[in-house]
């Protein structure tokens, strides 16, 4: 993945940016027909995530935006593994549309991780927001532990996620950054309502949530225990932010959750909107339009995220960006290299 060209620190607030839609997505990507060249499709299926994350509500947001102001056009929301999912979705034509953790997409572009052998190419339609990795204990379990640095998860009950999710992707890259092995660490795979319930019936010591700040699970789980957030010394961050992903920095300010009261450094990577090669130029144009003139129903879903949503995120891409929203977001003035160009 690309580093990042914008900080994770607030971007003005004005003008707001997602935007969603799809058409069938082919195996392949669909580039028989060109990048952008495929039919328009009526009915879409927005992949997600799991119901407690904030993908499914973003992909709820954006299902109501198609279907209220877009005619002819219905969106259905789906509740998936995330990431990893959501790309073999798109490809094999089971979703149209998904949001994904954009080192997934990187991945997937490239043929590495998940992806080994079998390379799958999406496009931005919009770069949202930072996931960012938390790992999450709590304290009576951190006191036991001795956790000071995120390597001391070694030789503990530690979650690395669901399977094929983005947080699955980005715990195994920095574990490989770090040079943790996977046998290193008592692991399981465990979404984020199941990470939770563990670590309160003392099944699990730690375990991964790469999420959008503010995460209202973790935040649930701080209202009824003392929430530890493990965090990433100086060498760690520096280790895996110079590997491969493209993750930056980010601290998690204190306040942020129940009983965090101290700053939290760890590391962060953005969250993408993609979709095939097959997607419909014109109709991509038309839904991202659409979404600036009712950014109003995303923010209201996930509101941390308002900040980053305009149009200069977009130079955060993991990948191309579809010649359809690359349209829209030169008529707005943003300048995308060419590195990001279709």
Known sequence: MRRPTLSLAAIPLSTLLLTSCAQPAETGGGEEAGVGGGPAQNQLSIVTGGT???????GGALSGIIGDHLEGQTASVESTGASVENIRLLDSGSGHLGIVQGDAADQAAT???????????TYSLAVLYPNVFHAVTLDSIARD?????????????????DVGSGNEATTRQ???????????????????????????????????WVVGEGHAGITELGTTDDVHLIPMCDEERSAV??????YTEHVIEAGTYPGVDEDV???????????????????????????FEH??????????GEEYLVPETILN???????????????QGVEIPEDLRP
């Open 241 to 246: 932010v110079d590997g491969y992903g493209g």
């Open 295 to 304: 950014i109003d129903q995303v923010v209201d879903v996930y509101d941390p």
């Open 145 to 161: 532990q001795g956790f000071e640095c995120f390597s001391d998860v070694v030789g503990t009950r530690y979650s690395i996620g």
């Open 111 to 121: 043929g590495m991780a998940d992806f080994e052998g079998a390379p799958v190419q």
């Open 317 to 331: 891409s993991p990948v191309p960006v579809h010649p359809g929203a690359l349209r829209f977001y030169e008529e």
């Open 52 to 58: 407690a994350g904030v993908y499914y509500p973003i």
């Open 174 to 208: 920095v574990f490989e950054s770090l040079g943790i092995a996977e046998t290193d660490v008592e692991a399981d795979q465990l979404g984020y309502a199941e990470t939770a319930s563990a670590l309160k019936n003392n099944q699990l010591d730690a375990g991964s």
């Open 265 to 291: 450094p760890t590391i962060a990577v953005w969250n993408a909107l993609v979709v095939t090669g097959g997607f419909n130029e014109d109709q991509a144009y038309d839904i991202t339009s659409a979404m």
